[in-house]
């Protein structure tokens, strides 16, 4: 049984060695979600230059997926993520 | 009207203070020509934070200026000029020690002797506007008419369909003077007639003036992250540390010594700051100085730690030998204006300064006495003579 | 810092790619110290990307670059007690005090490090000639296709158009075959036939040639239609995919399919690398095609001049000769090749987004002053200002201006965006000083 991660709720299985990347394109998410971003984020240039892939991991921050291994149990979602605090602030 | 009319003015710097300027004269019927070394809010102009603050000042002329230059921004976002470039919002000055609470407290005493709403904020409602805030933040006031601007955006708004003639790259070598007042500016040889000159150039004054001893560079490392929120500030308001006035008060002169402020962007992204490096003209920014801003900047709002670093840059503010702004006539040179040494409150004051260098130059009421600004004072012994 | 402790210090080489495996195997085996930082966790860079784990096998192109890639890490595997490999970390470039740093993304710490030189070979950033829907999920930069198809070993689902300009375009479409997914169609924009002088000389190179022949091969057995003279026009979305309107010669089709992947050539990643004077106290040598694109067999051989160039300057000289001679073949073999598939820049849409990272349009730059300064078009344009550093938007907009945007002055730092975290808990390494 291969490891997971999870994208917001969805948990993701991956093979050890891969990066975030290519496990959620196996998993059918190329849309990356709009985010902070202005575009939609998806996975585009494999080498950590174009930074379309950049994902929140919860309670770490932001990461190229294309560069970065899957680790199990890790909490992705699209940037920005300010972690729990901000999950209650009153903004419009 | 008729004396603008046939009047042709040479402006000197194309940052927020000339571009005002220039915005002002040709409003009122001036011909002007604003030339740039590089070209529009490529100095300190671009390179700097948006506070349009009067948390931030220090008590006296100072602190009334701001009141005022900050108010004029407001009639100019209302009557359309900088429409949806000034935004009002809080800062908050937080205190982390209880030294550092004093001098709060006797900041927000200052602020409210000069007529400024200060309110006092208790920690449960400091992080309902500010969740996540540091443990360490023990005191802190609210100063809720503050604002918000970008030099830059200001800079073009204010030249965008104003029939300012803009020169860029053309670097003025000298002020050309017949008999005791200015003909016209060198640039590159050529010789560009003017009736009157403004010099509002930062550290390109110096050259030109000869206020080598008067004005002294201070670079203030920054930095810029991601976005922590789409399209709006990420925070309700601008974090303004105590060391931050410990340095605009003069209590702490140090170029270790780090002046935090945490500017939550419009575009949802932090803009972080900084140091204040005395005689340091040059643009480049250190690790040490850096980690240095972002450590203290961790501490005051941990949150800080989920966002990534996009640039660091670096911007010399132009400061004057006594800390205040040098606006009007040049002592010796007849025709010549000056409107430098704003040092880090030129976003703030910009508008406000150009509006009044313009109608200086028109011979116009300036409106308000600011007398204690011109470059007279450097000059005493002569203005006596 | 005295002689002896200088003399000790490693050569900073960046980036794990054949060009920076040449270079820090080069110094290594003239015995000097190195220091190898590549920002994976493996070495390889995009041509050698090596497989996960558990991936299936796939065909990962010509046995020679294999061979290539297996004589080299043997070859590092017999010095490696001179080379201090960093993996996972990222260079982040050279401060205002000299300092050369880099972000440990494993220790969650930016560290930097003396260095007597330093190399840097971080490769090639593919050129993406925009069109209106090229920022939707789904369209891919071919070579990131490429590289995740040799990590995993899967080629993505569906139907998928590879599209654009240049030999990777060729190579990906028939690796993608090989791997089980044959693209519904290969579309070239050049029009070799237009300039027989190139093509001509073009048939005089060996090995590339018979590489060409191999992947033509893989195409042909799959019938990949590969269609000249053929470009996207734009992508919108359609259902679960794509629809692509694109030109075939002078007719316009609307393709559908899962995946778009696009390419238009190689750029070098030099986005804020600057080099010191030649006389500097810590010498710069850019190598591979983060200097000049040569391709994966010259980024060997430049990795070497590079080391050597560095040899050079601490009083070491090496012959280097045949080493220019054969990089001369590769570069007019580059220029053959650039030349024979030549076109006309095309006029994006006012619509068409320049640049991602913040969302500006075609129509937003022609809003400049079309005597904008560099710095306006970041500032007020917010071009080359984003996460990226304009290295997307940066060859599309010097190709729109026929001149390039003068990079920021004095270079900027960090070279990537960087964990805040990280860079605050920044510390001079002590164990080299």
């Known amino acids: ?29 190329a849309d990356l979600g709009a985010g902070g971003g202005i575009v939609p984020g998806r996975v585009f240039c494999g080498i950590g230059a174009c930074q379309a892939c950049v994902v929140a991991v919860l ?14 149990g890790m909490r992705l979602a699209p940037p920005p993520s300010l972690g729990p605090h901000h999950e209650r602030a009153g903004h419009e | 009207m008729a004396r603008s009319a046939s009047l042709h003015v040479a402006v000197i710097g194309a940052g927020i203070v000339g571009a005002a300027a220039a915005h002002f004269l040709a409003a009122a019927g001036a011909r002007v020509t604003l030339l740039d070394a590089s070209g529009p809010a490529a100095g300190a102009t671009g390179a700097s934070d948006g506070a349009v603050s009067v948390a931030s000042k220090k008590p006296g002329p100072m602190m009334d200026l701001a009141r005022h230059a900050r108010a004029f921004y407001g009639a100019c976002e209302a009557d359309g000029l900088l429409g949806g470039l000034f935004h009002r919002r809080s800062t908050f000055l937080v205190a982390r020690t209880p030294l550092e609470a004093d001098l709060v407290a006797e900041h927000g005493a200052d602020l409210a002797a000069a007529g400024e709403r200060v309110l006092d904020v208790d920690r449960p409602t400091l992080l309902s506007r500010i969740p996540g805030l540091g443990d360490g933040v023990c005191f802190a006031l609210e100063i809720p008419d503050d604002g918000h601007a970008l030099g830059y955006e200001i800079t073009q708004r204010l030249l965008q369909g104003s029939g300012v003639t803009v020169r860029r790259n053309a670097s ?64 309700d308001g601008h974090l303004m540390a105590a060391s931050y006035l410990a340095a605009k008060r003069g209590i702490v002169r140090d170029n270790a010594h780090i002046g935090l402020v945490i500017d939550p962007l419009v575009t949802g992204q932090f803009l972080i700051g900084g140091s204040r490096e005395e005689h340091r003209c040059d643009h480049t920014t250190d690790a040490v100085t850096i ?71 028109l011979g116009e009421a300036p409106g308000v006495d600011l007398s204690m600004l011109a470059p007279q004072r450097f000059s005493r012994v002569e203005a006596l003579a | 810092m005295s002689e002896q402790a200088m ?25 000097l110290r190195v220091l190898l930082v590549e920002q994976r966790e493996r070495l390889g860079g995009a041509i050698h990307r090596q497989p996960a784990p558990d991936a299936p096998q796939i065909w990962r192109g010509p046995a020679r670059h294999r061979r290539n890639w297996t004589q080299l890490t043997s070859r590092l595997e017999r010095v490696a007690a001179r080379i201090e490999l960093r993996t996972s970390s990222v260079f982040l470039g050279v401060d205002g005090a000299g300092r050369f740093l880099c972000e440990d993304r494993r220790a969650g710490q930016v560290f930097a490090r003396p260095v007597r030189a330093a190399i840097v070979a971080v490769g090639a950033v593919e050129r993406i000639r925009p069109f209106e829907g090229w920022e939707r999920p789904g369209v891919m930069s071919a070579g990131g296709a490429q590289v995740l198809l040799k990590e995993t070993g899967r080629p993505p689902e569906g139907p998928i158009v590879v599209a654009g300009s240049g030999p990777l375009l060729l190579a990906v479409a028939a690796q993608l075959a090989r791997a089980g997914n044959p693209p519904l169609a290969v ?24 590489e060409a022949a191999a992947y033509a091969t893989a195409l042909a057995l799959n019938r990949v239609p590969y269609r000249l003279d053929s470009e996207v026009l734009g992508v919108s979305e359609a259902g679960q995919g794509l629809a692509i309107r694109v030109r075939l010669g002078t007719v316009e089709r609307v393709l559908q399919a899962r995946q778009l992947l696009v390419h238009d050539g190689l750029e070098p990643n030099r986005v804020g690398i600057s080099l010191p004077a030649p006389e500097a106290d810590v010498p710069v040598v ?24 560095v040899l050079a300057r601490l009083g070491r000289a090496v012959p280097v000769a045949a080493l220019e001679a054969a990089l001369g073949k590769a570069r007019a073999f580059q220029r053959d ?66 001149e390039p945007l003068p990079p920021a002055s004095p270079p900027r730092w960090p070279l990537r965006p960087v964990s805040l975290a990280a860079l605050a808990s920044f510390s001079m390494d002590q164990t080299e000083t």
Not at chain 3, 354 to 375: H, K, M, Q, V, W
Not at chain 3, 381 to 401: D, I, S, V, W, Y
């Open chain 1, 1 to 29: 049984m291969n490891p997971c991660f999870y994208w917001i709720d969805r948990p993701v299985s991956f093979r050890p060695g891969e990066t975030i990347a290519a496990a959620l394109l196996r998993a059918g998410i």
């Open chain 2, 172 to 235: 003025v070598s000298e002020i050309v003077m017949r008999a005791g007042q200015a003909v016209g500016v060198a640039v590159r040889g050529d010789v560009l007639a003017a009736d009157a000159v403004l010099v509002a150039a930062g550290m390109g004054s110096v050259g030109l003036l000869g206020l080598g001893d008067i004005l002294i560079p201070r670079k203030g490392q920054m930095v810029v992250t991601d976005r922590a929120a789409a399209g709006r500030p990420a925070i």
């Open chain 2, 291 to 361: 980690s240095a801003i972002l450590r203290d900047a961790l501490d005051l709002y941990p949150p800080l730690r989920e966002r990534r670093v996009l640039r660091t840059f670096a911007g010399v503010r132009t400061a004057s030998r006594d800390g205040l702004p040098i606006i009007g006539p040049h002592p010796h040179l007849g025709g010549v204006t000056i409107a430098t040494g704003f040092e880090g409150d030129g976003i703030c004051l910009g508008p406000f300064m150009g509006a009044y260098a313009a109608r200086m130059i």
């Open chain 3, 7 to 31: 003399s000790e210090l490693p050569i900073l080489v960046v980036g794990g790619g054949p060009a920076g495996v040449a270079a820090a195997v080069s110094l290594a085996e003239a015995g």
């Open chain 3, 187 to 210: 579309l070239e924009r050049g029009k070799p036939w237009s300039r027989p002088k190139a093509l001509a000389s073009l048939m005089m190179a060996g090995p590339q040639l018979a």
């Open chain 1, 59 to 72: 309670g770490e921050g932001a990461v190229e997926a294309c560069l970065t291994p899957a680790r199990p």
């Open chain 3, 337 to 402: 090749l650039a030349d024979a598939l030549k076109s006309p820049p095309t006029l994006p849409s006012p619509e068409t987004m320049i640049c991602r990272c913040e969302g500006r349009r075609y129509a937003d730059f022609t809003a400049l002053p079309a005597e904008a300064s560099a710095r306006e078009i970041r500032l007020m344009g917010r071009f080359g200002l984003g996460a990226c550093q304009g290295r997307f938007c940066g060859p599309t907009l010097a190709e729109l201006r026929g």
């Open chain 3, 286 to 309: 850019l190598a591979g095609d983060g200097r000049e694109i040569v391709g994966a067999d010259a980024a060997l051989l430049d990795g070497q001049r590079a080391a050597a160039a």
